[in-house]
């Protein structure tokens, strides 16, 4: 529904107020506002667009069916943030615009829960599960004569979190903790889109689930954190922790962590199974697990056990088993507690596949940025289907964890796309000829000084991590000038041909590939006049390119791709960028202090400005971001996915800005177009899911055009 001009939106504006999916610009509804003077107009339709804006989210995030235009959604939202601005004494903390409206903490507060939150017994059998059915009946039965029912969830691995509600507001959220006491992330789950802020029951509720990361993002972590030298996660669960436990609730909000409730834990009387409880959550608005079942007996729970494990891996969470409940609720009283664990409930865990083998080696691997990374060697052997000969280890801190060994018997693990990883040293088998790991104090591959290091921006999730210092480093030199040549996009050098080149003193870095002239390597053994030509052609075809690209290129510690295009984007130029303080670099969104000292201390050493000289003086050129030559595309966003044949994805990514466009990296609802090349991702069936519109390389070039 449009409305041509403010006028006629002033005098619809009853009309209007009641059409749930009306569109109107800003600009209209400043002309209407001096018609709405009163503050209870005001206030009232404060409340409406709250409720409007809070259910489109209830449609997407809880019910996967979105139902109105990104637009729609994105007006009635800035309406409301414009609203409240300018009245703020209508502000509310439960408002859908305070999702990421948190300070950053100095610390988490600790917070008692209302009840402890206990811990579910595992049963890993069908005898264990027998077993425990006999010992719940017998109890029940010295009572009164009972025949159980049940209630089955899947069990996704994540982190067990209590959400409190008053007077219909979520007022505060905990992780679990020791059960008794718990830490206070309140706003970090605020970020969480489907978790609601106002449920309509006004009673005091305690409603408990899981909060869990997709595999996808938690892949996509893990790839970048590899880039950037930082530690890596082990498993999803891992990394959802990680991120609830961020004191910036920024960086929570852009981990995508998404909650299921399987739990009220205050008792509501009208709710007499645990199948009702679940029933009356998703009323609440919360999002539960879509393959929950009510079981007649212990069969029924063993068939659903069965059909579960083999959809487990075409889940997009991580998942470990099932969770058996007691239906009836009323027998929990007398079924009781032992310990932390409820008699009522179990956790059925599939196992994760194991295996023993013999830990043959720990070897060290340095990164580009210097980062020594402990891999362990394994006598090869087969876990969950692929055969494994070797496993990070992560860091030090792990191999101290684990206390492993060379020699040792080690127990290796594998759960389904997971990468494997080491879980325990059998330390009864030890014959005494196990050796201790210790960190070399020299680099092992250039006999560099090893200095050790804490990385991470908070001290709680920081580990000690261990760095070759010397600058001109062989292993950090190589992977830098592979890491160089992939970011420049000369593909016709690769890490053979480097070496090789290097091996003959023809290049010492990354900027001498420049001054390279043909006949330097046509003399070469096995290299051809035409490969000659074919590889100088490339690299002077690629001697150009963006500020973004060359930043990256340096292959400076904790700076991928974002963070280079952030960098560009504040200073504009190389020449500001070398001269910034560290206050300059830290006052940058999204640049923390660990990465902005980064940052200065690679910009202010010798070296580094001596490389950066001389590439220019080889003849890099930076290419001055072209201001948009129209705006064609204003307010449209691309992802790319796929190889295109006529450019490169960079070229396209150029043409897209230059239009006025911007360019994602993933799709999602507020994405315009998905350009698919040859051998689409993922990415290409997500638009199709979302029913984004999708570009052929064709339509893309006579879109641009
Ligand atoms: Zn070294």
Same mark, same amino acid.
């Given at each position: 529904?449009?409305?041509?001009?403010?006028?006629?939106?002033?005098?619809?504006?009853?009309?209007?107020?009641?059409?749930?999916?009306?569109?109107?610009?800003?600009?209209?509804?400043?002309?209407? &506002?001096?018609?709405?003077?009163?503050?209870?107009?005001?206030?009232?339709?404060?409340?409406? !667009?709250?409720?409007?804006?809070?259910?489109?989210?209830?449609?997407?995030?809880?019910?996967?069916?979105?139902?109105?235009?990104?637009?729609? &959604?994105?007006?009635?939202?800035?309406?409301?943030?414009?609203?409240?601005?300018?009245?703020?004494?209508?502000?509310?903390? *439960? @408002?859908?615009?305070?999702?990421?409206?948190?300070?950053?903490?100095?610390?988490?507060?600790?917070?008692?829960?209302?009840?402890?939150?206990?811990?579910?017994?595992?049963?890993?059998?069908?005898?264990?599960?027998?077993?425990?059915?006999?010992?719940? @009946?017998?109890? !029940?039965?010295?009572?009164?004569?009972?025949? !159980?029912?049940?209630?089955?969830?899947?069990?996704?691995?994540?982190?067990?979190?209590?959400?409190?509600?008053?007077?219909?507001?979520?007022?505060?959220?905990? $992780?679990?903790?020791?059960?008794?006491?718990?830490?206070?992330?309140?706003?970090?789950?605020?970020?969480?889109?489907?978790?609601?802020?106002?449920?309509?029951?006004?009673?005091?509720?305690?409603?408990?689930?899981?909060?869990?990361?997709?595999?996808?993002?938690?892949?996509?972590?893990?790839?970048?954190?590899?880039?950037?030298?930082?530690?890596?996660?082990?498993?999803?669960?891992?990394?959802?922790?990680?991120?609830?436990?961020?004191?910036?609730?920024?960086?929570?909000?852009?981990?995508?962590?998404?909650?299921?409730?399987?739990?009220?834990?205050?008792?509501?009387?009208?709710?007499?199974?645990?199948?009702?409880?679940?029933?009356?959550?998703?009323?609440?608005?919360?999002?539960?697990?879509?393959?929950?079942?009510?079981?007649?007996?212990?069969?029924?729970?063993?068939?659903?056990?069965?059909?579960?494990?083999?959809?487990?891996?075409?889940?997009?969470?991580?998942?470990?088993?099932?969770?058996?409940?007691?239906?009836?609720?009323?027998?929990?009283?007398?079924?009781?507690?032992?310990?932390?664990?409820?008699?009522?409930?179990?956790?059925?865990?599939?196992?994760?596949?194991?295996?023993?083998?013999?830990?043959?080696?720990?070897?060290?691997?340095?990164?580009?940025?210097?980062?020594?990374?402990?891999?362990?060697?394994?006598?090869?052997?087969?876990?969950?289907?692929?055969?494994?000969?070797?496993?990070?280890?992560?860091?030090?801190?792990?191999?101290?964890?684990?206390?492993?060994?060379?020699?040792?018997?080690?127990?290796?693990?594998?759960?389904? *796309?997971?990468?494997?990883?080491?879980?325990?040293?059998?330390?009864?088998?030890?014959?005494?000829?196990?050796?201790?790991?210790?960190?070399?104090?020299?680099?092992?591959?250039?006999?560099?000084?090893?200095?050790?290091?804490?990385?991470?921006?908070?001290?709680?999730?920081?580990? $000690?991590?261990?760095?070759?210092?010397?600058?001109?480093?062989?292993?950090?030199?190589?992977?830098?000038?592979?890491?160089?040549?992939?970011?420049?996009?000369?593909?016709?050098?690769?890490?053979?041909?480097?070496?090789?080149?290097?091996?003959?003193?023809?290049?010492?870095?990354?900027?001498?590939?420049?001054?390279?002239?043909?006949?330097?390597?046509?003399?070469?053994?096995?290299?051809?006049?035409?490969?000659?030509?074919?590889?100088?052609?490339?690299?002077?075809?690629?001697?150009?390119?963006?500020?973004?690209?060359?930043?990256?290129?340096?292959?400076?510690?904790?700076?991928?791709?974002?963070?280079?295009?952030?960098?560009?984007?504040?200073?504009?130029?190389?020449?500001?960028?070398?001269?910034?303080?560290?206050?300059?670099?830290?006052?940058?969104?999204?640049?923390?202090?660990?990465?902005?000292?980064?940052?200065?201390?690679?910009?202010?050493?010798?070296?580094?400005?001596?490389?950066?000289?001389?590439?220019?003086?080889?003849?890099?050129?930076?290419?001055?971001?072209?201001?948009?030559?129209?705006?064609?595309?204003?307010?449209?966003?691309?992802?790319?996915?796929? $190889?295109?044949?006529?450019?490169?994805? *960079?070229?396209?990514?150029?043409?897209?800005?230059?239009?006025?466009?911007?360019? %994602?990296?993933?799709? @999602?609802?507020?994405? @315009?177009?998905?350009?698919?090349?040859?051998?689409?991702? %993922?990415?290409?069936?997500?638009?199709?899911?979302?029913?984004?519109?999708?570009?052929?390389?064709?339509?893309?070039?006579?879109?641009?055009?």
């Amino acid at each position: 529904m449009y409305f041509s001009t403010g006028i006629t939106c002033c005098k619809v504006v009853e009309n209007f107020l009641d059409h749930s999916f009306a569109r109107c610009r800003i600009a209209q509804l400043k002309v209407k &506002y001096r018609y709405m003077v009163k503050p209870s107009e005001i206030k009232e339709r404060i409340e409406k !667009l709250r409720q409007q804006v809070d259910d489109l989210r209830y449609r997407y995030h809880v019910l996967n069916d979105p139902r109105v235009t990104d637009e729609v &959604y994105e007006d009635l939202t800035k309406e409301l943030v414009e609203l409240e601005h300018q009245y703020p004494q209508f502000m509310s903390p *439960d @408002s859908p615009t305070q999702r990421v409206g948190g300070k950053v903490l100095e610390k988490f507060e600790k917070v008692k829960h209302p009840l402890p939150m206990l811990s579910l017994n595992n049963a890993f059998s069908e005898e264990d599960l027998r077993a425990w059915e006999k010992r719940t @009946s017998k109890l !029940l039965s010295d009572l009164q004569q009972k025949k !159980l029912d049940y209630f089955c969830e899947v069990k996704l691995d994540g982190l067990s979190i209590s959400l409190e509600y008053e007077n219909g507001v979520f007022v505060r959220g905990s $992780t679990r903790g020791d059960g008794i006491f718990g830490e206070d992330v309140t706003q970090n789950l605020k970020t969480i889109q489907s978790i609601p802020l106002r449920i309509k029951d006004k009673r005091k509720i305690e409603v408990r689930g899981e909060c869990v990361m997709l595999k996808s993002v938690w892949e996509k972590i893990n790839k970048q954190n590899e880039k950037e030298g930082k530690p890596l996660f082990a498993n999803p669960r891992n990394a959802a922790a990680g991120s609830i436990r961020q004191l910036d609730p920024k960086i929570s909000a852009s981990r995508k962590l998404d909650f299921f409730a399987w739990d009220i834990a205050t008792d509501l009387p009208e709710l007499k199974t645990h199948q009702a409880e679940h029933k009356y959550i998703q009323e609440l608005g919360f999002r539960v697990d879509e393959y929950q079942r009510a079981c007649k007996n212990l069969d029924e729970v063993l068939k659903f056990i069965s059909q579960t494990e083999k959809v487990r891996e075409k889940l997009a969470f991580g998942m470990d088993g099932v969770v058996i409940n007691v239906n009836d609720l009323s027998l929990y009283q007398s079924l009781g507690v032992i310990g932390k664990a409820p008699r009522y409930a179990i956790a059925f865990k599939y196992p994760a596949e194991q295996a023993t083998t013999i830990l043959k080696n720990i070897l060290i691997n340095v990164g580009r940025t210097g980062a020594l990374t402990p891999l362990a060697v394994f006598e090869p052997t087969f876990v969950a289907g692929s055969k494994i000969s070797k496993a990070t280890l992560h860091n030090m801190d792990q191999i101290q964890r684990l206390d492993v060994r060379i020699g040792d018997t080690v127990v290796i693990q594998k759960a389904g *796309d997971v990468i494997p990883e080491v879980v325990e040293a059998l330390v009864k088998l030890r014959n005494g000829k196990e050796k201790k790991f210790v960190m070399p104090s020299k680099c092992p591959v250039c006999g560099g000084v090893v200095e050790k290091r804490q990385i991470g921006e908070k001290a709680k999730e920081s580990s $000690t991590a261990y760095f070759c210092a010397n600058p001109k480093c062989t292993a950090k030199n190589r992977r830098g000038m592979q890491h160089f040549a992939n970011a420049f996009e000369i593909m016709s050098v690769g890490p053979q041909i480097l070496d090789r080149f290097k091996e003959d003193g023809l290049i010492s870095d990354a900027a001498d590939l420049f001054t390279l002239k043909q006949e330097d390597i046509s003399g070469l053994e096995r290299f051809g006049e035409k490969s000659a030509e074919n590889i100088i052609k490339s690299i002077q075809e690629h001697s150009k390119v963006t500020l973004p690209r060359f930043i990256y290129a340096l292959g400076i510690l904790h700076v991928g791709e974002q963070t280079s295009e952030d960098l560009a984007n504040h200073f504009g130029s190389l020449k500001k960028i070398m001269a910034a303080t560290l206050e300059d670099i830290n006052g940058i969104e999204n640049i923390g202090p660990v990465i902005a000292r980064s940052i200065y201390d690679w910009f202010n050493q010798k070296e580094n400005i001596r490389f950066v000289e001389k590439l220019i003086d080889n003849g890099v050129k930076i290419e001055v971001a072209a201001k948009p030559s129209s705006n064609k595309f204003s307010g449209k966003t691309f992802v790319i996915t796929g $190889t295109l044949d006529s450019m490169s994805r *960079d070229q396209a990514k150029a043409l897209i800005k230059q239009a006025g466009g911007k360019v %994602s990296e993933s799709v @999602s609802k507020l994405t @315009s177009f998905v350009v698919v090349g040859s051998d689409p991702g %993922s990415k290409a069936e997500k638009a199709e899911k979302l029913g984004v519109k999708i570009l052929g390389e064709k339509e893309f070039i006579n879109l641009v055009k």
